[in-house]
């Protein structure tokens, strides 16, 4: 089993910058593929970015591209996504997930799942 806690939410204003944290635990992590995904209130949860295991190769939402970045570091169990020039429609509960395949995009794809943590970004 796979247990992933994320942290790092809060609340920020508009052109402001988060870092998000999912740490992972139960399992060898670097041969996890990680995803962060996002789930506004009313909306479906959307993919937001991926890495593989090998970190050559990573995908973003195109809502998201040129603003946000992840990155893993495997030594510390660790995926990261730096949010910068957050927007209001940026507001939602992220959710980090893991993988022992890479499902890219693909959210059905991905097999565990952490509980979540709140960005509220204000006008």
């Known amino acids: 089993q796979v247990r992933l806690v994320e942290s790092g939410g809060g609340l920020v204003q508009a052109g402001g910058s988060l870092r998000l944290s999912c740490a992972a635990s139960?399992?060898?992590?670097?041969?996890?593929?990680m995803g962060w995904f996002r789930q506004a209130p009313g909306k479906e949860r959307e993919f937001v970015a991926a890495?593989?295991?090998?970190?050559?190769?990573?995908y973003y939402a195109d809502s998201v591209k040129g603003r946000f970045t992840i990155s893993r570091d495997n030594a510390k169990n660790t995926v990261y996504l730096q949010m910068n020039s957050l927007k209001p429609e940026d507001t939602a509960v992220y959710f980090c997930?893991?993988?022992?395949?890479?499902?890219?995009?693909?959210?059905?794809?991905?097999?565990?799942w952490g509980q979540g943590t709140q960005v509220t970004v204000s006008s």
């Open positions: 997930a893991a993988s022992s395949v890479f499902p890219r995009t693909f959210i059905d794809g991905y097999s565990y």
């Open positions: 139960g399992r060898t992590f670097s041969s996890y593929a």
């Open positions: 890495i593989s295991w090998s970190v050559s190769n990573i």
